[in-house]
């Protein structure tokens, strides 16, 4: 199966205060698309597979505009192809009119389970059901931010309630502690329009971490969780004004 679609309807627990879709409901939904999809085509390797194992390793989500609470969203997944070492899934979102509200690029490593080294995909005949191609949409570059203004910081530890099945912390949390930045009013006044998040390291139960608002000196925003000795996300942040 190339393609995988699905429709969900927003509901209350996937609404902020103003009743707009939360980005971390929206990664949720995708979640549950890439099991079922990668399970469809036979690449649903997990932490307890015995040959190999995905890592996310970059992960951009652009909404042209926020659904609200009782909206249904349909959403398209695929492989889109390779980049380098890189698998890339795309999504695309529509509203009930099937308009095309936005989407969703993920950059996966497949890692090798003995080495813990990424698979060069090209050379990956016998791992795949479905022809592997160079992939030609939007690509996501390293994030590397120069600080130049601290606009905020906290300190997280991580939880529990926080650890999927994989025993890593969810990638929707990392999209729940950026968002976390941001007050009411300020989404209010420039809601966002996008998050581009670098993984750089895994998260488990018991961590702490700094988490600091940046403005840059390319002028970008970007909340970064760190600890003295080492990053363990980046997150640039796009707002618009209403």
Do not use: C
């Amino acid at each position: 199966m190339d393609k995988l679609t699905r429709n969900f309807t927003i509901g209350f627990k996937d609404v902020n205060s103003s009743q707009h879709l939360k980005m971390e409901a929206l990664i949720d939904f995708t979640q549950e698309m890439t099991r079922e999809h990668s399970r469809l085509q036979k690449i649903a390797f997990t932490a307890t597979h015995e040959k190999f194992y995905w890592i996310m390793v970059r992960n951009k989500v652009n909404l042209d505009y926020t659904p609200k609470v009782d909206d249904t969203l349909t959403i398209d997944t695929f492989v889109a192809g390779i980049d380098k070492l890189f698998i890339i899934r795309k999504f695309e979102i529509f509203n009930e009119q099937k308009d095309f509200i936005g989407d969703i690029t993920t950059y996966y490593f497949l890692m090798d389970k003995q080495t813990h080294r990424p698979i060069k995909l090209k050379n990956s005949s016998g791992i795949f059901d479905f022809d592997v191609f160079d992939y030609e949409g939007e690509t996501l570059p390293k994030l590397s931010p120069k600080p130049q203004t601290t606009v905020k910081s906290t300190s997280r530890n991580v939880y529990s309630s926080e650890i999927d099945m994989n025993q890593h912390m969810n990638n929707k949390y990392h999209i729940r502690w950026t968002t976390d930045m941001y007050n009411t009013t300020e989404l209010a006044k420039k809601p966002i329009k996008s998050i581009h998040i670098q993984y750089t390291k895994q998260l488990v139960e018991g961590d702490s971490l700094d988490i600091v608002r940046i403005i840059a000196t390319d002028e970008n925003e970007y909340v970064i969780g760190q600890t003295e000795k080492d990053v363990y996300f980046i997150s640039k942040v796009l707002r618009t004004n209403i």
